[in-house]
């Protein structure tokens, strides 16, 4: 699996990756690092305020740790922001395969986190997007980014069910 290691290395992979023939999907992985999440984590772990403040990237470090397990070699994967992650699954086979690697992605990010000898449940949004012909890397990640926030505004989180079938 390719990793980019700044955001100027992703995006010339991800113009790369588009400009290809085979189908490609761009998919957004957030962890909702919030209030809801310090409150769940100081109650499970009963910790020191210094390794509470720890938690979010041992949290997001474990995210990536299943990112990359569930990833194949020639998929790129590359951390955005703090706690965001942006996947291009390349060579997808058809829209079943897409379906099936969507949600076993979304089953897998799901599951407690263990930390400390604790189990965390994390919040964590996923959005996807498949290219367009002929779509500029902008609109691609706008879009994918668009069905994050979709699953947002129905104020839950989205369930690994409901990833959408393309």
């Known amino acids: 699996m390719e990793h980019a290691n700044s955001s100027t290395a992703f995006y010339e992979e991800l113009t790369k990756a588009i400009s290809e023939p085979e189908p490609m999907c761009l998919v957004i992985v957030r962890v909702a690092i919030d209030e809801n999440f310090h409150n769940t984590a100081e109650v499970a772990m009963g910790a020191s305020q210094q390794a509470i403040e720890q938690l979010p990237e041992q949290i997001v470090h474990s995210v990536h740790q299943r990112l990359v ?78 069905d994050m926030n979709d699953g947002e505004l129905a104020s839950k989180p989205m369930s690994v069910d409901a990833l959408p079938a393309y």
């Open 69 to 146: 397990k569930n990833l194949r070699q020639y998929d790129l994967l590359s951390r955005v922001e703090l706690e965001a992650f942006v996947v291009v699954m390349k060579t997808l086979a058809d829209e079943k395969d897409l379906s099936g690697r969507l949600h076993n992605m979304g089953k897998m990010l799901r599951k407690p986190y263990s930390i400390n000898n604790n189990q965390i449940m994390v919040r964590i949004e996923i959005g996807s997007a498949v290219r367009q012909v002929g779509e500029k890397p902008s609109s691609l990640l706008r879009r994918a980014d668009q």
